[in-house]
Each structure stands twice: as structure tokens, then as C-alpha cells.
């Protein structure tokens, strides 16, 4: 059987990799950031959290599901490398098939025993950005995410679902509905857990469905996400489009608060 170690050659996806990508929706690679890397990553995470009160994934904070902390890239230079480091973002080109820019980051920490799952959802309707067709999310463990620490699971083939099956946009959070009443074969289709150590990274389509259990373990869940969209997404006004309320409906998102991913020989710009 191939494993995950086999999916990378000269730091690009293998053909397999590439496959899995396409046909599953995600695709977890090892071992892409050594350890000393990581334990700087982690450590700047750390401090973010600690510095600026994070925000709740949830309703209240009874109902918390996860506290964040947005833009981390830009709120630490550490984040910033790791949002641009070569290594996850010429994956993440490869992956998408196109040109990519980054979008956002969160820090995200589930506490154990406190936070609830994280509920089942794609990323597509949160998104305020129209003309997407590539974009994706690379979710990266600052420490080892085992089954019971809130690993993140996904339903395998969900982002070929047809529209009619999809929530696209939400242009308010009243309009949500819950993933069974929008794809009723959900409640019927599999999941895989994707258990993960520091440094591995897992990438997910924008329309993949998953889901995070609750931390059971005794130690928190850290990770950093990173967005990287099409690049050239325009502003759709929606939910959560803070970060590009500036712009006029139908506009480019770009300049240097959305940075191009460049890959090449040099890595990332
Ligand atoms: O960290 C989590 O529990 C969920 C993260 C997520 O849904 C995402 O990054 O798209």
C-alpha cells in the first residue's frame, strides 16, 4: 500500500497525490516541515493567542468550537513565513493546478474537554469571493493532532457534489442551513479521521466537506490555516468579508494584503 510518505517528490505531489487529490478532495502529505520549524511556528501561534484575546468559533462562548486568532500572518512575520513558506505553498499550486493567492490564516486551538466539534461544513459559502475554482486550505498541526485530540475528518468525493447540492454563498448567517437539509445523501456517506503529527500538512478543495471531532485528550489542538484562492477571485459581498469590505462588489482581490504565491526555484516571493 502507498503511503502518505510516497505522495511528494522534489517537493511536488506525485501522480498519486495528484489523484487522490482530485478524486477524494483532500490529500495529507508528512513530513513536509521539520520539527525545528515548527516548534518556532508554534511558538509565535502561542504568543498570538496569548497577546490578542482570541476570537470563538461559535455562537457563545458556552458553544465554542474553537478559539482563533485571523490574519495571523500578518500579525506575526513568523506566520507570515510559515503562510509563504515553499514548501506548503508549492504544494498547494500544484494541487489547485493554477495561480494562487493567499486569501487568510487563522491560528486555531480546540481546548480538550471544552470545545465542542466542529461543525460539519465546506469552506465555500464562508468565502465573500466569487469566480473561485481551485481554491483550497492547507490545515498544518503545530503539535501531533492523534484521533481523539479533534482531528479533522472529511467526506471523501464531497466537493463534486452538484450545486443544487451545495450551499454557495451566504450572504448572511441566516441564511445557513445545515449540511443534511442541503445534501441528503450526507448522513449516508463516509468519513475518514486524519490523525496527523506536527509538521504534516493536509490539504482540503474549497467545496470538501469535513468536520473536527471534539478533543477528548488531555493536551490542546494547535494548528495553523492558510487559504489560498484563485487568483483571480473577485469581492462578493457575504458573510465574514471584513477583510475585503474595502473593495467594491465585483473587484479583483489582490495587492499586497493578498499576496501572489510564487513558486518557482526560489520558493515563495
Ligand atoms: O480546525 C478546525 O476544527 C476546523 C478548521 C476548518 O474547518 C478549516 O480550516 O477549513
Redesign the pocket.
Known amino acids: 500500500m502507498q503511503t502518505t510518505t510516497d505522495l511528494t517528490k522534489a517537493g511536488r505531489p506525485t501522480e498519486e497525490a495528484l489523484r487522490r487529490y482530485r478524486e477524494q478532495g483532500f490529500v495529507h502529505f508528512t513530513s513536509v516541515l521539520p520539527a525545528d520549524e515548527v516548534a518556532v511556528f508554534r511558538a509565535a501561534a502561542d504568543r498570538l493567542l496569548a497577546e490578542e484575546g482570541p476570537q470563538t468559533w461559535g455562537a457563545s462562548e458556552e458553544q465554542a468550537?474553537?478559539h482563533y486568532v485571523e490574519a495571523a500572518w500578518r500579525k506575526h512575520p513568523d506566520l507570515r513565513r510559515l503562510a509563504l513558506h515553499p514548501a506548503v505553498t508549492g504544494l498547494a499550486e500544484s494541487l489547485a493546478g493554477g495561480p494562487l493567492r493567499l486569501y487568510g490564516t487563522d491560528v486555531?486551538k480546540?481546548e480538550p474537554r471544552v470545545h465542542l466539534p466542529?461543525v460539519v461544513?465546506d469552506?465555500e459559502p464562508g468565502l465573500p469571493l466569487a469566480g473561485l475554482t481551485r481554491t483550497l486550505?492547507a490545515?498544518i498541526p503545530l503539535l501531533d493532532v492523534p484521533a481523539d485530540r479533534?482531528c479533522?475528518v472529511y467526506v471523501p468525493g464531497s466537493h463534486r457534489r452538484p450545486a443544487e447540492h451545495r450551499q454557495v454563498h451566504l450572504a448572511g448567517f441566516q441564511d445557513y442551513r445545515p449540511m443534511e437539509e442541503i445534501w441528503p445523501e450526507f448522513p449516508f456517506s463516509p468519513r475518514v479521521a486524519v490523525p496527523m503529527r506536527a509538521g504534516d500538512v493536509v490539504f482540503h478543495d474549497f467545496r470538501t466537506v469535513?468536520m473536527?471531532a471534539a478533543n477528548t485528550d488531555g493536551e490542546r489542538r494547535l494548528?495553523f490555516?492558510a487559504v489560498y484562492m484563485d487568483s483571480d477571485a473577485t469581492y462578493r459581498p457575504g458573510v465574514q468579508d471584513h477583510p475585503v469590505a474595502h473593495l467594491e462588489p465585483g473587484a479583483p482581490v489582490d495587492g499586497e494584503l493578498f499576496p501572489l504565491i510564487a513558486v518557482g526555484p526560489g520558493g515563495a516571493s
Request: net charge neutral; hydrophobic share 45%; aromatic share 6%.
Open positions: 468550537q474553537v486555531l480546540k466542529t461544513h469552506d486550505t490545515w479533534g479533522l469535513h473536527a494548528a490555516a
